[in-house]
């Protein structure tokens, strides 16, 4: 079994940053994955990014290269996603997963309950 606890939405101007926090607790366990997905009114859920835990490796979608940072903390199980430059197409709820399988997957074992981020004039 693993946990997931998330902080960090809220409501933000175009042109604002974010930090997405997720810490996972429960069973300890070894190389995986953790990511990030959004899902935006009357879309479905889209990985957004993701990160090995082994060494590492990130990935993201092309809409927010440059802007958004996955980063992990081994010691804490904690995954970030630090978001710039936001913009208000990134509206969504945000959650964050671990999976025991790829990183890039829709298909994650372990979700966390959602944080909403908002971006608006």
């Known amino acids: 079994q693993v946990q997931l606890v998330e902080s960090g939405g809220g409501l933000v101007h175009p042109g604002g940053s974010l930090r997405l926090s997720c810490a996972a607790s429960?069973?300890?366990?070894?190389?995986?994955?953790m990511g990030w997905f959004r899902q935006a009114p009357g879309k479905e859920r889209e990985f957004v990014a993701g990160i090995s835990w082994r060494d590492g490796a990130a990935y993201y979608i092309d809409s927010v290269k440059g802007r958004f940072t996955i980063s992990r903390d081994s010691a804490k199980r904690t995954v970030y996603l630090q978001m710039n430059n936001l913009k208000p197409e990134d509206t969504a709820v945000y959650y964050c997963?671990?999976?025991?399988?790829?990183?890039?997957?829709?298909?994650?074992?372990?979700w966390g309950q959602g944080t909403q981020v908002t971006v608006s004039t």
């Open positions: 997963a671990v999976n025991f399988g790829p990183v890039v997957s829709l298909n994650y074992d372990y």
């Open positions: 429960g069973r300890s366990f070894g190389s995986y994955a």
